[in-house]
């Protein structure tokens, strides 16, 4: 069972919610609601999970429900119907007592707006989570500034968040958040207000955290860039409604409907995508076959090459015609003697940067991941294809 | 035209009032006597402890306040000066009774604030009676008041509290509601009880803002002192009635030189220990 379980949550605020949805489910538009009930539906029957230890990022412009969505996780929202279970916990169903312990244990969150207390310095608005829970102040003070110098603020324990820059003030509340050591990590479009260069250097130092702590994010943006960045899956949220929950690649490559159609236009593919994400499996994988075996096994699947794997991961590729050749002349004993040494792409390498190799290869060329196995194999055909405009491809179908 | 409802409503008080004396008169006599016990203490101490001692107190506290030895300085100044015009007993005597009354203001006040603040029955209850309290001329309780506490220096403290705890009651509630609804939210994503959030984050941030009705409840209360010196508190409302009832306009002005140089004092000592509470929004560089 995933970590986070939304099941069917739908929110309306206004004067009458529960009556306001039981219009939508007659049929009711969102703008007729408004116009009529005076009631706002903010979500609409959204269900996904986030796994443990994954980055789910939630995408949607302004008005979508995306900051609806990620406070009815610690419960900052009450949803007017649905489900919400985290850790197997109805999330619902607490007791207020019971909804504190479970915010100060499971989940930190970090603010677009900082939200950091302007009359606490640096290293006591990092304690705050602990000092919620009651931990002794010398114990998390200790822990604090662990955090506050991970966070790269180590000398402005003693600032007060006005003295601090808007980066520096975020880096306040993510080592806020992470100073819990709460497994659930809720972003609330944290690095929105921050200038691009700032933002792009916090997202490189959320991913580095991330590598090391595996804890499970959950990330609100309006931003594309960020979201193909940061997530492991992307969920793309539309008045309301889950317009498509998928992988980076699956989002880029088949958009479930027009609206993210239209938003994943214009990103450049070869930029965001990486070569692991649209490489195909090889089509002959040759161990220490003999060479009438390897003659075979590409004769009987059409393959004009093979890739062949030692112990020691890729070795190198054999083509039909070097195979028969050395049949003929008897010159090895099996496939492994005669692999031809040939390029490979590491496999997390972008599109962008294999495109070179790719194309000065007559064959597709091996993809070999960080312990030197064969991953997969990258076409010039298929960089084309995965490039290539919809309309392109579409006309081409 | 009108039916009469002016006659039932003033016989109903008067026989409410007279029950209250009959009934509860020792229960009442039992709080003014607490009442008294904590004055006639402070007001002792303040008399008989030699002046230096209490214009070094005055310069002591405007220092802690502000930090700033000018300040304290131009405090202790304003302080003799007022010995200086002849008024020191009485203005013993009236900042005794401005000691108590302030207290049991705030007291009252910020709890009442902070319930204003919170809910928002409460505020529909409150403040029409925060109204009533400003508005209504303070005889019209002074004479019941009088009644059940006896003339003297209790109900001039009942009358002072009336008429100054509202703008601190207002005062607090803003506060609390002005706090940045972000932070509040922040603190409840940690798992900060209702508690917690009040007094670690709603209190502090509110805290310049009950300062200032701390400010505006002193200032009422200094107002206060000479229609309170008129059912028997001394101090130097007395001098300004006696002024009135002699025709001696000079008696007069010194006791009304007297409270604003009191007022003054208050004043700029709270409103800079405010200004220090909220150090930490000026950015240091």
Redesign the interface.
Known sequence: MALIEVRHVSKVFGPAPKKALALVREGMGKDELLARTRNVLALDDVTLSVERGETFVVMGLSGSGKSTLIRHL?R?IDPTEGEIRIDGVDVLGLPNRG???????K???V?Q???????RTVIDNVA??L???GVAKAERRTRAAAWVSTVGLAGYED??P??LSGGMQQRVGLA?ALC?DAEIL?MDEAFSALDPLIRSQMQDELMALQGRLRKTIVFITHDLDEALRLGDRIAILKDGRLSQVGTPAEILLHPADSYVRAFVKDVNRARVLTVDAVMKPPPLRLTDETLEEALAAMQRRGAEIGYVVGDQGYRGIVTRDAVSAALRNHAAPNVAAIAVDSPSIGSGVSIAEALPATLASTFPVAVVDADGALAGIISADRVGEVLAPFEAREAAE | MFPDIGTPIADTVNQFVEWLIVEHGAFFESIANGVLVVLVAIEQTLRSAPPPVILAAVGVIAFAASRNVLLGLAMVVLAWLVGCLGLWEQAMQTVALLIVAVGISIVLGIPLGVLAARSRIARAVINPILDLMQTIPSFVYLIPAAMLFGLGKVPAILATVIYATPPLIRLTDLGIRQVDHDVVEASRAFGATRGQILRGVQIPLALPSIMQGINQTTMMALAMVVIASMIGARGIGETVLIGLQRNDPGTGLLGGLAIVILAVIFDRTSQAYGARLQAYRRVRS
């Open positions: 610690n900052l909804l504190e312990t479970f915010r100060r244990e989940t930190a969150m603010f707006r900082f939200g950091l207390l302007p009359h705050y989570g000092e919620i829970r600032r007060y006005a003295e806020r819990t809720l």
